[in-house]
């Protein structure tokens, strides 16, 4: 965890700890099997270390392109310029670029490599249904992820999912031919893919839904007023159900790394969800407003 004023959290540590652990094992595995399939040690390291590098390096970049974010300056947002500076000098941290995003969608999200090189991004649909207190509870919640560096775990396991869930899905175009006496070694590859994009799901749900109640509580302890990231959530999700179906889908690859999973409450999705049940989350702002005496 990066040295702020964010409380730290030893069950997320514990938990990122883990799915590195996880997410090393897979990796090496996944270019081992590429290599023999490729019968070269050069294009398998090549696909996996490059694809997992750039999406690394260049995930800021990726994940405001995927919302048709745009970064704003002082002069142009000083509202939430002026917030999220608040924020950063009570928090210890460096401040992260500030993005806006068109869209009627009320979310917000934080991504970035490490906290020098980070963005938060709100959209237009949440500036204008929240407070200006609803809106600091998330962006301290998202600030949270920035700085217990959660966000970089989840874009390589994210990446590591996206490469093998490609050639699941488009492996048999580029070479699956059941006659080619490369048959074998590329159906290798592709059940190992299977796998490989099935437990690096599981890692990714299981890290993400904890990762949202720890940066809960933490953005909650930072600002003092869980009620007010409580009353956001809750007309957040309210809200969320208004939003046409098809705005919803061309933003799933994105649910991860959202304050609340573009899905609506009735969706199959929210069986898969990356965010645990709004229920839990307002018991968990409980839990911390009772210590603060700040009730929800």
Known sequence: MAKTRFRSDRGLSLRMGGVGLGLG??????????????????????????????????????????????VVEPHQAPELHAMI???CVLADMPKPRVAIAQTDMPNAFATGRTPSHSAVCVTTGIMQRLTAEELEGVLAHELAHVANRDVSVMTVASS?????GFITRWGFYFGGGGRNKNAVPFLVVL????????????????LSRYRELSADRSGAYLTGRPSQLASALTKISGEMSRIPSEDLRAKESMNAFFFAPAISKGSVMALMSTHPPLEKRLQNLATVGAELSDPI
């Not at 059940?191 to 749900?205: D, G, I």
Request: charged residues 10%.
């Open 85 to 87: 500076d608040r924020l």
């Open 160 to 164: 590591l999912g996206l490469l093998a």
């Open 191 to 206: 059940l190992v893919s299977v796998v490989v994009y099935f437990l690096s799901f599981l890692m990714t749900r299981a």
């Open 25 to 70: 094992a897979l990796y090496v595995g996944f270019g081992a099997v590429l290599i023999y399939a490729s019968g070269s040690a050069i294009v398998g390291l090549v696909i996996v270390l490059g694809l997992s590098w750039g999406q690394w390096y260049f995930s800021d970049k990726l994940a405001l392109k995927s919302m048709g974010a745009k």
